[in-house]
């Protein structure tokens, strides 16, 4: 069972768009949101992250925007360049300390 | 300060053989996770070492098991490969176990089993 289900599987974006991606989770338990970027034959990079206390969260061009009562999250990327053409991963961390990814989103950027 | 790395970069087993993985964490981290990413996942949660204990393991058999050094390095160790072992093997290092929030990965291990 996907414990975090992400949305769209690929995005394609003008460059100077904006890249939303999207993601929603079942478990009230999580309490740690990380959204991570990651480029081919690298690991993962910690992004951007946010706790459910807080309904946004802004660095740089990058926004995470959370909405508790609806149990989604999204990161929005604003003033898209071809270099943010990468998967990206949203993540929900439990109590139990243990990380759930969604399954990833393609971004290409086409200038 | 040097980041996480992981060796053997890339790896090919035969199924029903063993594996060793290394991860060697981020300077002043004394927690490490494991995660195995199939070609076009997200990581799944393997299992955590906090000070040389084992601090939440995933849904994955016992013949997935580790082990954190007293300089906070790590291995991965798979018994009796499968085919479907094949993937990305990612370690992350953290500051601090408890509140493990920010996690650092290596550049991963890619397994295949034949």
């Known amino acids: 069972q996907q414990q975090v289900k992400q949305s769209p599987q690929s995005l394609i974006v003008q460059k100077g768009g904006i890249s939303i991606i999207n993601c929603a989770y079942e478990n009230t338990a999580f309490d740690y949101f990380p959204w991570y970027q990651q480029f081919p034959g690298k690991g993962p990079a910690l992004l951007i992250a946010i706790r459910p206390d807080v309904s946004e969260k802004k660095e740089g061009r990058f926004t995470i925007s959370f909405n508790k009562s609806a149990k989604q999250f999204s990161l929005h990327i604003m003033d898209s360049q071809p270099g943010d053409s990468a998967t990206y991963f949203c993540a929900a961390l439990n109590t139990g300390n243990q990380f759930y990814f969604g399954t990833g989103t393609s971004l290409t950027v086409i200038p | 300060e040097t980041g996480v790395t992981q060796s053997p970069t890339h790896l090919i087993k035969t199924r029903g053989q063993q594996v060793t993985l290394r991860c060697s964490s981020q300077s002043g981290h004394n927690t490490v996770s494991w995660y195995q990413q199939a070609l076009g996942q997200g990581p799944q949660f393997i299992f955590q070492?906090?000070?040389?204990?084992?601090?939440g393991r995933g849904n994955f058999p016992p013949r997935f098991s580790g082990l954190q050094f007293p300089n906070y390095s790590s291995e991965l160790n798979v018994n009796a490969l499968e085919l479907d072992d094949s993937a990305l093997y990612l370690c992350a290092s953290s500051l601090e176990g408890g509140n493990s929030y920010e996690q650092y990965f290596g550049p991963g291990t890619r397994l295949t089993v034949t």
């Open positions: 070492y906090y000070r040389e204990e084992e601090n």
